[in-house]
């Protein structure tokens, strides 16, 4: 015996209305909560004109070396400078800045890594947002309007590019399994965000399929990609949306900010 | 300083002050940390153990910062004196470790070493263990 207003209302019906904008506002909401935190916890060494914690003003000249500008010319050597004059040739001079990019990149030390991984955050973002699917859920189911949409990309190469998706998480959970230097530092939250991550895809390569019960699986995909989206600004899932952040704004030798910015006293 | 006690001492208040004073620092840095372990083999104390990975610049922040903030102080000496061999003979803080996320590892295992001075416990110079 259903309830009365079941139909109505059902379980796919809130997942792919009200359920979705409660998912995106807690992650907006939330990784706004993130970026503040953080803005309040570092602040720069120039706008506060001392180094947090010694409590020592710096004259100008000292303020003047930990500019990026100048930071970056000391890093220089005699001999890089030697090789950067413009009778070198552009070709060369370009050959050599791109080579000492690589050298100092992850890319050089862990190139599969780094290859994988740039490959999976980029497809996790666009995989869904490009697929037919979600931009007529997106644009029609939430009454955004008809004839909108983001650009999509056909059904069958999404499918193959979800395949790719979930090899890669798997390298990854093999990775945390295998190599010492990662398994030291993996705890099960981390394999627990790897699962979150899945879940979602596993279930949408199912239900293109049309495997078993689609209906249900259908719904629970919805529900775990609803899951997902709330869960990034609380869990280490946030390391994605908040690289740029992170990686602006902390300092470090090879950080944007250069080493100008630490933390607030 | 060489201690194998495992009773938890009690709390420093020094080590209690950097401990409220980081500990959203500290909770926000390693939330950030994905834990991938690229940060291995910037790590040149790593590369010449033959890849022991308690010498991972994340493991070393995570397991001794992390540790001491989580457990607000409260460790044994014989915690201590781990957190010491990882911040002070594991480490020689030469501010080349590379997060690709942005972490500022040195940084925090500095928070370490302050906690561990605050306590007593220095880098064992004259007891030939160091790492």
Redesign the interface.
């Known amino acids: 015996m259903s309830l009365p207003g079941f139909e109505l209302f059902s379980l796919y019906d809130a997942a792919r209305g009200p359920l979705f904008l409660v998912a995106c506002s807690v992650f907006i909401l939330g990784f706004a909560w993130r970026i503040l935190?953080?803005a309040r916890?570092s602040s720069s060494i120039a706008a506060r004109g001392r180094v947090p914690g010694a409590g020592v003003r710096l004259d100008a000249a000292a303020l003047d070396s930990l500019s990026l500008a100048t930071r970056r010319a000391q890093d220089r050597s005699e001999a890089d400078r030697a090789f950067l004059l413009p009778d070198k040739g552009i070709v060369s001079r370009i050959l050599f800045l791109g080579r000492r990019f690589l050298r100092n990149s992850?890319l050089a030390?862990?190139p599969v890594?780094t290859a994988f991984?740039l490959a999976f955050h980029f497809l996790l973002v666009l995989v869904p947002l490009l697929l037919p699917a979600h931009n007529i859920l997106l644009f029609l189911g939430l009454g955004l309007g008809a004839g909108l949409s983001l650009p999509v990309l056909p059904e069958p190469l999404m499918d193959r590019l979800t395949l790719v998706i979930l090899a890669i998480g798997l390298f990854f959970a093999l990775r945390r399994i295998f190599?010492?230097?990662?398994?030291?530092?993996?705890?099960g939250g981390?394999i627990a965000v790897l699962l979150l991550v899945a879940a979602p895809f596993v279930s949408a390569y199912l239900a293109y399929h049309q495997a078993w019960d689609y209906h249900g699986i259908l719904v629970g995909h919805m529900l775990l990609g609803e899951l997902l989206i709330a869960a990034i600004p609380f869990t280490?899932l946030?390391?994605m949306p908040?690289?740029l952040f992170?990686?602006?704004?902390?300092?470090?030798?090879?950080?944007a900010r250069h080493a100008s910015r630490r933390?607030a006293a | 300083m060489k201690t194998t006690a495992t009773k938890a001492a009690p709390v420093n208040a020094e080590v209690l002050d950097l401990v409220r004073r980081r500990r959203k620092l500290v909770k926000l840095s390693l939330g950030a940390c994905a834990h991938c372990a690229l940060c291995a083999e910037s790590c040149f104390k790593y590369r010449n153990s033959g890849q022991d990975p308690t010498y991972t610049p994340s493991y070393k922040a995570i397991n001794t910062i992390g540790k001491i903030v989580k457990r607000r102080g409260r460790l044994s000496p014989g915690e201590y004196e781990k957190v010491r061999e990882l911040a002070f003979d594991k480490c020689v803080l030469c501010m080349r470790c590379r997060c690709p996320v942005g972490v500022d590892l040195p940084y925090l295992i500095s928070l370490a070493r302050s906690a561990c001075r605050e306590v007593g416990i220095e880098r064992g110079y004259l007891e030939g263990k160091n790492a």
Not at chain 1, 179 to 187: Q, S
């Open positions: 935190r953080f916890l992850n030390g862990n890594m991984s190599l010492p230097r990662v398994r030291a530092l993996t705890t981390d280490k946030g390391h908040f690289l992170s990686r602006l704004f902390m300092a470090g030798e090879r950080s933390w």
